[in-house]
């Protein structure tokens, strides 16, 4: 007669969501604000799973928590667990569980004010009681909350190659050179790299992927910018073109918001090209629901737009911007 085999215990989904706070934050603090709980709870669950497990799942060698081997094991795991809970409640309940969940996104800032909008107007006629918490961050900021579960997806430009990462393809958008009406370049057909050698570049953010591409494609071809002003808004930095203080390199697309500003000319560069490469990324091991999924669509569509350089644009959908400054939202 075969003996009852013990029951293993399960592993509690609210602790394991704690456990990957901790894991992504190093203290109990930390983990603590981002999910309004108490150092005590945080701790107290933690040794919970800990004991049900039977294993340890951090050490402290100095300031902050480090992840022991079984802990780095269960973080790798721990993403993909909850998400099939998810898919299994989903199955259960049906979507409109889901529809009820926010759809939480983080976008480069130049497409963050420009597409968006567009965007989540539709969005919000396929799904009345959902909302989008759109974060705004540069393109290793989207990448970083998508990597740590903080975002859903995430647009932005040049995806890395990585097996753990879903890459979905959206458009691809050429850097043009924008100069006052009045500079000695605006009558030409096109601008050369030696012909912006000296002068004073205005972007938006320094550290910005864009800038950097800029800024590569010249020390390439061993020329140099006099000097790099960050301005944080596309607003400022065409006021500064018009000025003569400067010259910027964007996409006609962004152009196309000044198309009645003649103060403003837009040229193709000569002999190089500066492509960029937009993208909706999300993990690989995660199963889209039904509002990514139209998310991804959408996006498509207004992709289409972008190739055509047509846009309609509605800055009245419901939408939640968190953590980036209004006045400086002009970015990739």
Known sequence: MRGIEPVTEPIDSRQLHIFLA??????????AAELYLTNSAISHSIRSLENSLDTKLFHRPGKF????EKGQFLLKEASSILNSMDRVRRQLTGDDTAHRTPLRVA????????LLPEIVREW??????GNIVARAAEREGCLKMVNESEADMAVLVDPPEDPLLKVEPLFEDELRVVVAAGDPVANADSVSLRALHGRTLLVSRMQSHTTQMVLSEMRRNRFSFHDC?????????????????GVALQPDWVMERRSEDKGLVSLALS???IIRHWALVSRADKENNLMERTFLR?????AENVCGYAFALCLGAQIVFLEFPLSGMFSD
Do not use: D, W
């Not at 901790?22 to 983990?31: C, E, F, N, Q, V």
């Not at 919000?124 to 009681?129: E, H």
């Not at 959408?298 to 207004?302: G, Q, Y």
């Open 124 to 129: 919000q006629g396929c799904f009345p009681q």
């Open 65 to 68: 928590l480090e992840l022991t």
């Open 271 to 273: 002999q190089t090209r």
């Open 22 to 31: 901790l894991a992504r934050k190093g203290s109990l603090r930390a983990a």
């Open 229 to 245: 002003i960050e301005l944080g808004s596309t607003e400022a930095i065409h006021e500064m073109v018009k000025l003569g203080e």
């Open 298 to 302: 959408l996006c498509r569509r207004v």
């Open 107 to 114: 976008i480069g800032y130049n497409f963050l004010s420009h």
